[in-house]
């Protein structure tokens, strides 16, 4: 489209920028002074508690962990279903495409009940195992990694479907042709041409789930124990219970810069290698 | 020949196995949705197991009859219209400049109204209560509807971005020769065109912001609790059978969403714009 004067854009975009402006980037700023400034005057105090509290380089490697862990995880789980969905014909597709979307959609409350129910003590899921094996069977899965691991795997699923799916089905037909004319054996054609080639949609699914894990609220709260105490959680814990939203604002800050770093060097790489490649 | 057998009956036995995993982890998706639905219908007389002994509407008439559920409901619908609409208005025009125009300064515009998406909402939240706490109006209804209006309006930009993607530019030009005015070009020219994708992003406005916990858990005070923040309490201190009958209504509205919005963007491989969004750090608006 060609150029037009950004005059006439910006009574289009109006609106929603005062918005963005007043409610997103005026709260933000709020976060980083709130860190800063301490009963009106500048200190880095808060950051330097943080530094040598125990529980935040507790929370702080627990975010990691779980993090990366759910990233995996949601991947080996996500990718057999990108790769069905990739075979299928676009209304066979659209179809299985509805039992991605429908958890996609639901409310994360609704799925930390359902799991509350199905993996507590007495729940769905050890009652079934006790009637299988005959014997009593209570496998701790609730308030705990497992707990905490089943939610997020559960929510991150979908997120890797779609970009690993948009791969599979970027990659040429003919491609397949080729290499099954020459004789490979399936196992091989997977191993040397599909997961080479759905790469970028691997790497754009890990680098989401795993950004968008960092700042988990919900699910460690519900579904975790105490050792499952996350960055977020850590947030609410200072703002709410203890009030001292000096901390809270610092974490917030901490937790900020934690995904700019992270989701900018991975842009950074993506554009590196679009220039490589000439595109 | 014996070769190409076996790589028939190879190629035959991998394929179950990838479809064995696939199925495995479909049920594991949509179980917890599925598994709600039963366990609504039981409850008489506080039974809650799996499957229920009897079946009953007794947690429905619980839920609609409890005014500790019924408020927060219908605070939730409250917000979720009023976001709803100002946002569909608020979005349509800047998903149409976001398209159409180049201006200096497009890429920060782009990464300062997309960012609700890129920060994590929990920095969001603590942000919107220091700064609506500073003003005196946290806990107050507008302070909920306009933080989950800058929560949505990322996603029905784009979804909205989308579909004037798909518009034939050539017609806006037409228009434009035969004398159309700005107003009348975007009124009657580019809004008709739009209504299938400005329906699907209104409706994911009224679902994200009814079933949005973190900034409401923030946000809202006893007296303006919402739905999801009511589940939340109630889910961690101690579940109230209740919340299964909630979870059933929301399943079935999602299910609801779900469906128009296969219906309205038929592109599989496009996914939805939640998705779109978070798998691309690019802030780009270009989902095609």
Not at chain 2, 75 to 80: C, E, G, M, P
């Amino acid at each position: 489209m060609t150029a037009r004067p950004g005059r006439e854009a910006i009574i289009y975009l109006g609106p929603a920028l005062v918005l963005a402006l007043l409610v997103v980037l005026a709260p933000l700023a709020f976060v980083l002074y709130t860190s800063l400034f301490a009963n009106g005057s500048f200190s880095l105090e808060a950051y330097q508690s943080l530094w040598e509290s125990a529980l935040f380089r507790r929370s702080l490697a627990t975010t990691f962990e779980i993090s990366a862990m759910g990233a995996a995880l949601s991947l080996l789980l996500g990718y057999p279903v990108a790769l069905h969905l990739s075979r299928l014909n676009p209304r066979a597709r659209a179809f299985c495409m509805i039992l991605v979307l429908v958890p996609f959609w639901t409310s994360i409350l609704v799925k930390s009940y359902a799991f509350t129910v199905l993996l507590g003590k007495q729940g769905i899921v050890n009652a079934s195992l006790s009637v299988i094996f005959g014997t009593e069977i209570q496998i701790p899965m609730l308030l705990n990694r497992v707990g905490v691991m089943v939610g997020m795997t559960n929510y991150l699923i979908p997120f890797v479907v779609f970009p690993v799916l948009a791969s599979l089905l970027a990659i040429d037909r003919s491609v397949y042709r080729a290499v099954e004319i020459m004789g490979a054996k399936p196992p091989t054609v997977f191993w040397k041409v599909t997961l080479p080639l759905s790469m970028p949609g691997v790497a754009s699914a890990l680098i989401s789930t795993f950004v968008m894990s960092t700042g988990f609220f919900v699910i460690p709260a519900l579904l975790g124990g105490r050792k499952d105490v996350m960055l977020a959680n850590l947030v609410d814990f200072y703002t709410r219970e203890t009030l001292d939203w000096n901390m809270a604002a610092a974490i917030g800050v901490i937790l900020l810069a934690i995904v700019t770093l992270i989701a900018g060097t991975a842009m950074q790489i993506q554009k590196m290698r679009g220039h490589a490649r000439g595109v | 020949m014996d070769d190409t057998l076996q790589n028939d009956k190879l190629a035959r036995r991998w394929r179950l196995f990838g479809l064995v995993l696939a199925v495995l982890v479909y049920a594991y998706l949509v179980a917890p949705s599925l598994i709600v639905i039963p366990i609504s219908f039981g409850g008489a007389g506080g039974d809650l197991s799996f499957p229920p002994k009897t079946y009953s509407l007794h947690l429905y008439e619980e839920l609609f009859t409890t005014a500790t559920w019924m408020q927060p409901v219908l605070q939730s619908l409250k917000i979720a219209s009023i976001v709803c609409v100002l946002v569909t208005a608020v979005s349509v025009p800047a998903a149409y400049a976001m398209v159409r125009y180049e201006f200096p300064g497009k890429r920060l515009v782009t990464i300062l109204m997309m960012s609700p998406v890129l920060v994590p909402v929990i920095v969001l939240a603590l942000g919107m209560y220091l700064y609506f706490s500073r003003l005196g109006s946290t806990g107050t209804t507008v302070a909920l509807v306009l933080g989950h209006a800058v929560y949505v309006i990322p996603f029905v930009v784009v979804t909205i971005g989308a579909g004037v993607r798909q518009l034939d530019p050539a017609i806006e030009f037409a228009a434009t020769m035969m004398g159309a005015s700005r107003r009348t070009l975007f009124l009657r020219v580019v809004l008709p065109q739009l209504v299938p994708s400005v329906i699907a992003g209104a409706l994911f406005a009224f679902l994200i912001s009814f079933d949005e916990v973190v900034i409401a858990w923030f946000l809202s005070s006893a007296q303006t609790t919402t739905l999801p923040v009511r589940m939340y309490s109630s889910i961690h201190w101690g579940v109230s059978p209740v919340i299964a009958a909630v979870s059933t209504l929301l399943t079935v509205l999602s299910f609801f969403v779900c469906l128009v919005s296969v219906a309205l963007q038929p592109s599989a491989s496009r996914g939805t714009a939640r998705a779109n969004l978070s798998m691309t750090a690019d802030p780009q608006v270009a989902p095609t």
